[in-house]
């Protein structure tokens, strides 16, 4: 189940010396050797061998090629190195805060769903119009959107909140995609957007919204009884009921990990943090 996982879940795989390796280290190595390969058989003119290795739907479903569904996110052009280079530095910042903050499993779970979800819808594209990709741009920018639906207020470039930062990067990355109809990237850019900002969200690491809770409530089985609560007499909160009312959950992170919370305690985290960084302004 997203969302609750071990102690265990937080630890790095391997340490180099007294580095930590995790996953997101081990899937920056992967492609930037996927990257470092693709240039020798370019320069060697044994290029052709990287059209085996990207997305094709034709090759998928007359030719039974299931492989590229997964491998076309590991073949990166040559001529594009200074975008990859800067693509695995996000990854790289961005994954590992986004690794550590739902655990190793669950990390796991959505890069997989990040990769082969483009590809599946792709496939069915291709039932109509041939489509083919290569590159892991988008895959890689739904990594920052998931960092940015955990931390939506944090502040990243000239002080831009992360909210704001990944919604002006969709806004581009969407205009530059319409002016040149390219509308396979346009289909794996937002499912990526919507892939990473659902798993999130139903992880229950994301900020609370009244529409998804709502949305969350139809499908989630109905009591037969209600119980209606007390009703007591409100006092205004003060700033000690704050830290009151998350010293427990605090307590239960730092003997079991993060990943021991369930989903009530991490919204009963997120709506506290919200309260005091507008407390704080």
């Excluded at 492609?31 to 240039?39: E, G, I, N, Q």
């Excluded at 030719?63 to 491998?71: E, I, K, M, N, Y």
């Excluded at 082969?116 to 959107?145: C, D, E, K, M, N």
């Amino acid at each position: 189940m997203f969302g609750v996982t071990t102690s265990d879940d937080y630890r790095p795989v391997a340490w180099m010396g007294r580095y930590p390796v995790d996953v997101t280290t081990m899937l920056v190595g992967l492609h930037v050797a996927a990257a470092v390969f693709a240039a020798i058989l370019v320069a060697v003119g044994a290029g052709s061998v990287l059209t085996w290795l990207q997305f094709d739907s034709a090759a998928v479903w007359y030719g039974a090629q299931v492989w590229r569904l997964f491998t076309y996110a590991f073949v990166h052009a040559p001529s594009g190195l200074l975008w990859f280079a800067i693509e695995m530095y996000m990854l790289f910042v961005f994954g590992r805060e986004v690794e550590r903050f739902v655990g190793r499993r669950s990390y796991i779970a959505l890069y997989l769903i990040l990769l082969i979800t483009p590809a599946a819808l792709l496939t069915i594209w291709g039932l109509w119009q041939r489509s083919v990709l290569a590159g892991s741009p988008a895959l890689h920018f739904g990594i920052f959107v998931a960092f940015a639906t955990i931390y939506p207020r944090a502040e990243l470039f000239l002080r831009i909140m992360a909210k704001w930062v990944a919604l002006i990067l969709a806004a581009v990355y969407t205009f530059q995609l319409l002016a040149y109809h390219a509308w396979n990237d346009l289909v794996v850019v937002w499912t990526s957007i919507g892939a990473a900002f659902l798993f999130i969200e139903w992880s229950g690491a994301g900020p609370e919204f009244a529409w998804w809770s709502a949305l969350k409530t139809r499908f989630e089985p109905k009591p037969k009884y209600r119980v209606v609560p007390k009703m007591r007499p409100t006092r205004p909160a003060e700033s000690d009921d704050v830290y009151a009312s998350i010293d427990p959950i605090l307590d239960k992170i730092s003997k079991f990990g993060i990943g021991s919370l369930t989903a009530s305690e991490r919204r009963q985290l997120n709506r506290e943090r919200e309260r005091l960084l507008k407390n704080a302004e």
